[in-house]
């Protein structure tokens, strides 16, 4: 069975960190664009970050630029969101998914978490 799974949500107050990890059971994250979005007013999803299959990161989310990070652990099979700075408006679900290919659309991928809550205190 195909799945990820994200963790490392929760509570925390503005100006601190947070580190999301995607963790995959069933397939290779290596294989994969990994894409983090996030739920978004007046939006299903919003595309945050997106590490593509060579390394290669894109920023979709202009608010996070200086602030969050994306690595992929290829031992452990994980791609983590580092999360810094973090403001109250950065409080929402976050979901990360897995396609071909980066993008902003979430359409181009074809696996998706289930979400972690994360929630940023002022």
């Known amino acids: 069975q195909l799945q990820l799974v994200e963790s490392g949500g929760g509570l925390v107050q503005s100006g601190g960190s947070l580190r999301l990890s995607c963790a995959a059971s069933g397939f290779t994250l290596d294989d994969y664009a990994i894409g983090w979005f996030r739920r978004a007013p007046a939006k299903e999803r919003e595309a945050v970050l997106c590490?593509?299959?060579?390394?290669?990161?894109?920023i979709y989310a202009d608010s996070v630029k200086g602030r969050f990070t994306i690595a992929r652990d290829s031992d452990k099979n994980t791609v983590d969101l580092q999360m810094n700075s973090l403001k109250p408006e950065d409080t929402t679900v976050y979901y990360c998914a897995a396609g071909r290919v980066c993008g902003s659309w979430s359409g181009l991928y074809d696996y998706w978490g289930q979400g972690t809550q994360v929630t940023v205190s002022s």
């Open positions: 590490l593509n299959r060579l390394g290669g990161s894109t």
